[in-house]
Structures are given as structure tokens and as C-alpha cells.
């Protein structure tokens, strides 16, 4: 049995490797992949690189027994990194990062990104970092001996002198542990990170004790020159304490006494609460002699007026809110509201649309010829508060809100609308299809987003709609044109829906309005003149000159020899310079004709759906040529009223001259001859049976193609029938195109890309305006765009409120620019100039007075005049920050001098220390 266990025993295998010689060697694989061997030495960092310049990172996974790692590899990539030292190695005694360690160009740093605050700890342009995958942190002394000596061996085997280092402890607290090993030098970093600070490390005196000890220990070397670079950092973010606030906009006027027109008329702009979070001030003494300066307990010249360089970080609020912003995210939120009007102003709204609307609200007195007195007023609320269609808009408001959109009934109204025709085709806005800038529309648009956010939100949006369409219909009874409306037929192309209904509506005023004054001028005429001359009214239309008084009675006599009874001629317009009837000769006379009919965009959608829908059999065909040919018959009709005795070829040649085609002879009356197309000589063709039918009546007598009378009740139907959502919809675009209008009206050099920006979310907004169901999803894009841009604008107003007040220079702007970028940005002049010394410093002292009247509320006011003394200017500092350097030999008297650097942030919470310590590995 022995020997069997015996033999066994000497059976294994030793020459297999373990699991850290595996572990070691795949780091020396990865280290060889990524080219770490035998780095050359680069330029010299330049003020700015860990900010400006790249990072280039190569990441790894591996396993050391059950456990996974991350193996990672930073590199700053210069510009002009190809180009090295013109120190070789063999001439160089110092590696890359004991160079990078003494250079002073980038101390101080604040660098994002994930590892990288090991840069601003040791100084360092490349490096590598071992890190757990798993959630579990290194906390064991042992296994962070295990890594260290991994990395190092590995580090050794593939002459790699990057620093190496393990990320130990929680991943919050960054702490970093490593070294780096190469030409003879071996360097220890290190780092402390406590929660309590010490108190001999509390001021550079205790430093500077600690750094000396540290280096000296051992080698027994005295350090007489250490150079010291200090910042401190300032931190000022109570701005409700502070005169330097920027005041928002003020539009809580609805709920004020007085309603001004230049306050209904636009929207507002800025911020609600001041947008910049903190101002970080960094007051730095770049490199000084340890023997220049004191910083103890009870003495330190490190006073912040003192310093030579200032700087400047500022912080933003995440997304402030903004006015703009808001009135556009709550007219959003009720287009998707599915109430009805009777369900937000009760069911008298019903009852009052069906009543006489010369009992109606307030709205009446719009169109009265002089301003309503108190009485009137009062009286005509009253009788609308009776029919219970009460809302939350006081009648003050709301007469001041419909004089602004009705300025016609006000005599001395300042708010009249201007020529609209003028800004229609405004290359800038050309292609929104919403309406003209301030006309009806758009200052509804505004001012339902006023009462939506000022007044009652879906109850006051819906109680100005209710009103609005009262005025429109108390108009249309009345025969008076609505103001602020584009004159002309619908616009379907450029504007939107609601513009085009009261387009809609002002043509149906003004034919209403022309019918009933001419049958008002019919009926005043005498009835014996009406007799006497009625056979004969015909007859003064079918000449272009009236006959002389001797030559009066034989032209009647020749035209009722010519023409019988019901063949006379009517409804003649003009003679046409050249055509002649084809059969008799006369003279050719262009009609009078009825106008096109007036469609709006729906009904021009509607009329397509139905030619859709009739299919494409005979029949089908057949009701879509009748459909189409209401227009051409009445046109038949009219010209054979005025030229009696004309044919189809009369018609064709002026009505569709394409269709008749000249042979390059003359007819017997002298003028050129020719005949009809070929679709105009397919039998029963829509053109011929048209004719066929078509009777002689003048177009004052046939049935009226475009009915005015039932065109206005429908597009006031259209308005008063749609629920609150579909209302705010109708609104939408409009009310989008006046906030990016009013968006585009900030000017602000600091955001030299502003117009860039506004034309894009422009882009959008022509696109998604165009068709007639709105995308309301759209509308959120380019809402939280708007909203976007209006926090950049507003904060770079109180940035320059704070700062600069009306300081235009270039040099201001440039610093804005960069403060805006989230940059940390050198204050020109310092302390002594205009931006330190007048602004930044007045505003910590005014913090700091209204922070020491906050402390002292309970004392007695003759004592708070001599509290002036009591405060000083600048607070204690947010943050110290210390670097050491020295060179000097280490580990003993007779080693070559090495590079020694600590860094030591010290804050309310915690104390920082990373320590970067060479030593010399040849001459111990």
C-alpha cells in the first residue's frame, strides 16, 4: 500500500500552470496586443490637454480563478503624438509618467469620464486599471497584494513602464492603488481617503511636515525646496438670498387688476426660477517656493483677492422651468382631452346656442358703435349668467381679451390689425401653414394659452371658445365682417383649418351682405318705372354704349325685331374684342357668371372621398361627371342667356380654347376657322350633352351654386360641435408657430448657433403642419425642443445678468461661450478686473451679508447696522487643493534624484491624498 501511495504521489504533474502564472501571463498577452512595450517618451503636455485632447480606451476581460476582472488602458492622444523627444531612451533616465509628474500644465483638472480622475490624482497621460466586474469591491489587503504583484510581474515580463494600478475599496469612494516599474525606477502609488480629516493635515504646514517625512524617511535626505501649487474653491448657489437673481417674466397680469394689450399679444419667455444651480470660483496659486508662502491656523496668506489667476465653472439646473416651455407642455396635455363643452360649462351652453342670439352674452356689445357703459355691461352679464354658461374668466378679463381679438367694436382701440396680405410670404416663416402673423387666429392661439395656464386651464379654454363662436355667429346675422382675417377665398394651401373656416365665413358675410342690398335697391324702385322698363332692362346689358336720345327708340325697335320674347339677351358682361358667333356673326359677349364654389380643406378632402368611393363602373362615372359639371352647366347657361343663337364651337372658343384647333382659314364673318378638339367630338361626351341641356338663364336667375346661407351654418356648426381636445388642436400649429417666433425674437451672441438650431425645429414644424389631422406626438418633439432651446437662452441671460450686465465686448462673449460649454474658464483680468472685481466678488458678499441676516432674525435692529463688520467677503472654501513636488534621491543619499508628487484635496467631508513616490531600484 505504501508504494502504491508512493508512486502516485510522485506521479503528479508539477509543470502545470496555476491559476495565477495563467492570470499573469494573459496580462502580459494583453499588455504585448496593446504595444506597451518600450514606450518612447512624448512631448510635453500643454496647458489643457487632459480637457481638449481625446482618451483613447482599450477594455479586457479576464479570469483569475472564479474571479472576472476588467483590465482597461487610458491614453491621451496628442495632436502631435507621432513626434518624440529628442531624448532617446538610451539618453533619458526618467520615464513618461515621472515627466508628466513634475509638468504644471494641466494641475487642478476636472476631466468626465470613467477612470480618468486618475489623471487628475497622479498626473498621469497613460495608464492602466484592473477592476472587478462583479459588484463585489476589493476591500482584502490580500487579494490587493495578489493583483498589485500580478500587474507588476507582468508589467516587468513585457517592459511596460505604465503605471498599472487595482481599483480597491467602493467604487464611489475611487480609490487606486499601483505602481510602475521601468530603467531602473520603481514608482509607488498610493492614496489615503478618510472621512475625518486630520488636524495637522488641515492647512499646508501639516502638509508640507507629512510630504517631507514621507520622502525623507530612510534615505536621511533634508527637502529645503518643495514647490507648491494651492487652488481653493468657492461655491455660491443661494440665489434667493441674493440681489443677483434674475427676475422672471412677469405674466401673472391676468390676475391683476389692469390687462394690457401688449401682454395679451405675446407669449412668455424665460425662466421661472433662476436656471444656473452653482457658481464654482477657483482661485489658484499656479507654483510657488514653500518658503513664500503661510498657511497655518492662525495666519495664511492664501486670501482669494491675493491670487493670481481666477477661474470660473458654472452649473446648470437639469431643466429648469421655463414659461415658454410650460404653456406649450399644458396646451399639449388637453388636445388629448375627449370632454365636451357642455361637460366643462354645463348643459346651458346647449341651451343657449339654440336660444335668439340677440339675447346673448357679452359678445353683443362688441359691435355696438360706441363703448359700453357700466350698466349695459352688467345688465347683458346678468342675462348670461341666466342661461348658466358661467366659467372661470371674470367679465373684466374677458372684455379686455375680446376687445383685443375684436378691436372693431372699440372706437379707440390700440390693437387694430394690420395688413395682413404683407407678411403672408415671409421668406423666413413661408411654408408653415398656420395663418398670418397677429391676425384673429394667432392672437386666439396666445390668448386660449393664456387662459389655459393663467385662468382655469380646460374650463377657461373652453368659455373662450363658447364666446368666440357666439361673436362669429352674432356677426354673420349681422352682416359684419370679422377682423383680422386674410380677405379672399379659403387658403387651403398656407393656412391652416380654423383660418380658413373664417376665410369661410367672411366670403358668406359679404354674399349675404351684397344679396340683400341689392334685393333692398330691387324693391325700393318705383313700381310703375319696374312696369314701364322691366321688357327693356335686358336690353341696356347687351350694348357697351348706350344709345343717344335721337337714335333711342329705332335701336329698340331693330333689337325686339331681332330677338323674340324669351330668346333676349341677358346677363351680358363685355363685348370680347374679336370672336363672332360662328352661325349668325354677332358679336361675341362674355357672361356674367356665378363664382366658384368655396371650399375649405375638409370638404375638399370630403368631395375626394366620395369620388373615391363611386368605384369605377358606368354608373359610377356617369354621377361623378354630374358632380363635376354643376360648375359648367350654370357656365353654359349664363353664355347662352348672352348669346342667343351660339353653339357648342362658341362656347369651346372661349371657355376651353386648347379644345378648338384653327385650320389657318377665315369664315365668312373674317375671322379664323377651325373646329373641335377630338374629345369634343366623342359622341354624348360630358361636354356636348351638357350643352344640349342647358337652358338661356342669366346667372342671377339660376340656383345658386355656392350657398352662402348654408355654408356659414355649416362652418358654424363645424366650430361650435367640437369637443375641447379637437378645439385645442385647431389651435395647436398656430400656437407653435408664435412660441418659435417668439423663441427666434432672442438674440444672444453667446449662442452662436441659435439660428442654426431654430431653423431646424422650423423644418419640423412645416412639415408636421401641413396635413389636416395633426400628429400630436410631432407637436411633443418639437415642444421639447422649444423648451430645449428656451433653458440655453435663459440661462445664458442670467449668466450675462450676473456677470457681465451690459458688457457687449467680444472678449465677454467668448467667456460666456466657454462658460456655457461647461467649461472651467480663466476670469480675464483676475481679481482686479471688471468680471472678478466688480461682479463675482460683489456677489459673494452679498450672499454672505444676506446669509448673516438670516443667522441673526432674532436680534435687535440697532444691532444689525453694526453687523457689517461681522461678515467677510468670502465664505470658508468649498474645497482645498494642494499639489507638492520635489526631486530627490530615494532610497538613499547616493540614488539618483527621482520625481516626488502628492496631491491632497481637502473637503468639509473627507480628506484626499494621492501620493506619487520614485525610487531608484540600481544605486540603493
Known amino acids: 500500500m505504501n508504494n502504491v501511495e508512493i508512486e502516485d504521489f510522485y506521479h503528479h504533474d508539477f509543470t502545470t500552470a496555476s491559476e495565477w502564472e495563467v492570470f499573469i501571463a494573459r496580462l502580459e498577452e494583453i499588455m504585448h496586443e496593446w504595444k506597451l512595450h518600450n514606450t518612447k517618451i512624448g512631448c510635453p503636455l500643454k496647458s489643457g490637454d487632459f480637457i481638449t485632447c481625446q482618451w483613447e480606451e482599450n477594455i479586457e476581460k479576464l479570469h483569475f480563478a472564479d474571479a472576472e476582472f476588467v483590465l482597461k488602458h487610458y491614453k491621451l492622444k496628442l495632436e502631435d503624438n507621432d513626434v518624440d523627444s529628442p531624448l532617446e531612451e538610451s539618453e533619458d533616465e526618467q520615464i513618461q509618467c515621472q515627466k508628466d509628474a513634475l509638468n504644471v500644465s494641466n494641475d ?43 500587474l507588476a510581474i507582468a508589467a516587468t515580463n513585457a517592459n511596460c513602464d505604465v503605471p498599472t494600478l487595482v481599483q480597491i475599496q467602493e467604487p464611489w469612494q475611487k480609490m487606486y492603488f499601483g505602481t510602475s516599474i521601468g530603467k531602473g525606477i520603481c514608482i509607488h502609488l498610493d492614496m489615503v481617503h478618510l472621512k475625518r480629516i486630520p488636524p495637522h493635515c488641515k492647512y499646508l504646514t501639516g502638509l508640507l511636515a507629512l510630504f517631507k517625512q514621507k520622502v525623507g524617511e530612510g534615505s536621511g535626505v533634508n527637502l529645503d525646496t518643495i514647490m507648491v501649487s494651492v487652488r481653493f474653491s468657492y461655491l455660491l448657489k443661494d440665489w434667493t438670498n441674493s440681489t443677483w437673481t434674475q427676475e422672471p417674466p412677469d405674466f401673472d397680469f391676468m390676475m391683476g387688476e389692469t390687462v394690457g394689450v401688449d401682454e395679451l399679444g405675446k407669449l412668455p419667455f424665460g425662466a421661472t426660477f433662476d436656471p444656473i ?27 482669494p483677492q491675493l491670487a493670481p489667476k481666477w477661474s470660473v465653472l458654472v452649473k446648470m439646473s437639469p431643466m429648469p422651468a421655463c414659461l415658454l416651455g410650460e404653456y406649450l407642455t399644458e396646451f399639449l396635455h388637453i388636445c388629448n382631452s375627449q370632454k365636451m363643452m357642455a361637460d366643462l360649462l354645463g348643459d346651458g351652453v346647449i341651451y343657449a346656442q339654440n336660444e335668439d342670439q340677440s339675447l346673448s352674452s357679452v359678445f353683443n356689445i362688441l359691435t355696438e358703435s360706441r363703448v359700453p357703459t357700466i350698466a349695459t355691461v352688467v345688465g347683458k352679464a346678468a342675462s348670461k349668467k341666466n342661461k348658466n354658461v358661467d366659467g372661470p374668466i371674470s367679465e373684466e378679463i374677458l372684455l379686455s381679451i375680446l376687445y383685443f381679438l375684436f378691436p372693431d367694436a372699440d372706437e379707440n382701440s390700440k390693437a387694430s390689425y394690420g395688413d395682413l396680405t404683407s407678411n403672408v410670404d415671409e421668406d423666413q416663416w413661408k411654408g408653415v401653414k398656420t395663418c398670418p402673423m397677429d391676425s384673429l387666429i394667432w392672437r386666439l392661439s396666445i390668448v386660449a394659452a393664456h387662459c ?28 359684419i365682417l370679422i377682423p383680422g382675417v386674410t380677405p379672399g377665398f379659403p387658403d387651403s394651401v398656407r393656412t391652416c383649418i380654423l383660418h380658413q373656416k373664417l376665410q369661410m365665413m367672411n366670403c358668406c358675410i359679404e354674399k349675404k351682405k351684397a344679396r340683400e342690398e341689392l334685393a333692398h335697391r330691387s324693391q325700393s324702385v318705383d313700381t310703375d318705372d319696374f312696369e314701364t322698363e322691366s321688357e327693356e332692362e335686358e336690353f341696356f346689358e347687351c350694348t357697351s354704349e348706350e344709345p343717344t336720345n335721337e337714335d333711342d327708340s329705332t335701336t329698340r325697335t331693330q333689337q325686339k325685331a331681332k330677338y323674340l320674347l324669351w330668346n333676349k339677351p341677358s346677363g351680358r358682361l363685355a363685348k370680347h ?51 363635376m359639371s354643376a360648375s359648367l352647366l350654370s357656365d353654359m347657361e349664363s353664355f347662352k342667356a348672352a348669346n342667343p343663337g351660339a353653339v357648342l364651337e362658341d362656347f369651346i372658343r372661349w371657355y376651353s380654347p386648347r379644345d378648338w384647333i384653327e385650320n389657318g382659314e377665315t369664315d365668312e364673318w373674317g375671322q379664323p376657322a377651325g373646329c373641335l378638339s377630338e374629345r369634343m367630338l366623342i359622341p354624348n361626351n360630358p361636354w356636348s ?46 400656437l407653435t408657430h408664435a412660441a418659435l417666433y417668439t423663441l427666434s425674437q432672442q438674440k444672444q451672441d453667446a449662442l452662436p448657433n441659435l439660428p442654426d438650431v431654430i431653423h431646424s425645429i422650423l423644418n419640423k414644424l412645416q412639415y408636421v403642419t401641413k396635413p389636416l389631422q395633426q400628429k400630436i406626438h410631432l407637436y ?9 432651446v ?48 466688480c461682479r463675482i466678488t460683489t456677489m459673494f458678499r452679498d450672499a454672505q451679508r444676506a446669509a448673516l441676516l438670516m443667522t441673526s432674525v432674532n436680534s435687535h435692529p440697532e444691532t444689525d447696522g453694526a453687523g457689517d463688520g461681522k461678515y467677510t467677503t468670502f465664505p470658508e472654501p468649498s474645497s482645498k487643493e494642494f499639489i507638492l513636488r520635489a526631486v530627490t534621491p530615494r532610497p538613499s543619499p547616493t540614488s539618483t534624484p527621482q520625481p516626488q508628487r502628492l496631491y491632497v484635496c481637502l473637503k468639509r467631508h473627507y480628506i484626499r491624498m494621492a501620493g506619487f513616490f520614485s525610487e531608484d531600484t540600481i544605486f540603493l
Not at 603 to 621: F, H, P, R, W
Request: hydrophobic share 35%; proline share 3%.
Open 689 to 734: 350633352t351638357t350643352w344640349s341641356s342647358a337652358q338661356p338663364v342669366p346667372a342671377h336667375r339660376q340656383r345658386r351654386l355656392f350657398d352662402d346661407t348654408r355654408e356659414a351654418e355649416k362652418a358654424l356648426h363645424y366650430l361650435s360641435s367640437k369637443r375641447i381636445g379637437q378645439i385645442a388642436q385647431f389651435l395647436l400649429p398656430t
Open 277 to 303: 444651480a452653482e457658481l464654482h470660483l477657483f482661485t489658484t496659486w499656479p507654483e510657488m517656493l514653500e518658503n513664500v508662502i503661510v498657511d497655518s491656523e492662525s495666519f495664511t496668506d492664501l486670501e
Open 577 to 627: 374684342p374679336s370672336f363672332k358667333l360662328v352661325q349668325t356673326g354677332d358679336t361675341l359677349y362674355l357672361p356674367v357668371t356665378q363664382d366658384p364654389v368655396l371650399k375649405t380643406e375638409d370638404q375638399l378632402e370630403e368631395d375626394a372621398q366620395v369620388m373615391i368611393q363611386l368605384g369605377t363602373d358606368k354608373y359610377a362615372s356617369e354621377m361623378r361627371a354630374r358632380l
Open 452 to 479: 389655459t395656464h393663467s385662468l382655469g386651464g380646460e374650463s377657461a379654454l373652453a368659455q373662450l371658445w363658447y364666446e368666440f363662436v357666439q361673436e362669429i355667429r352674432f356677426r354673420w346675422e349681422r352682416n
Open 790 to 837: 428656451e433653458a440655453l437662452v435663459a440661462q445664458v441671460n442670467s449668466l450675462q445678468h450676473k456677470l457681465g450686465g451690459n458688457n457687449d465686448s467680444k472678449q465677454f462673449t467668448s467667456f460666456l461661450i466657454q462658460l456655457m460649454r461647461g467649461k472651467e474658464v480663466e476670469v480675464p483680468g483676475g481679481s482686479s478686473g471688471t468680471i472678478g472685481g
Open 780 to 788: 411633443e418633439e418639437i415642444t421639447h425642443d422649444i423648451k430645449g
Open 108 to 150: 487642478f483638472v476636472r476631466i468626465d469620464g470613467d477612470h480618468l480622475q486618475i489623471a487628475h490624482y497622479f498626473g498621469c497621460r497613460e495608464f492602466l486599471v484592473l477592476q472587478s466586474c462583479k459588484k463585489e469591491a476589493v476591500t482584502d489587503e490580500t487579494k490587493l497584494r495578489i493583483l498589485l504583484s500580478s
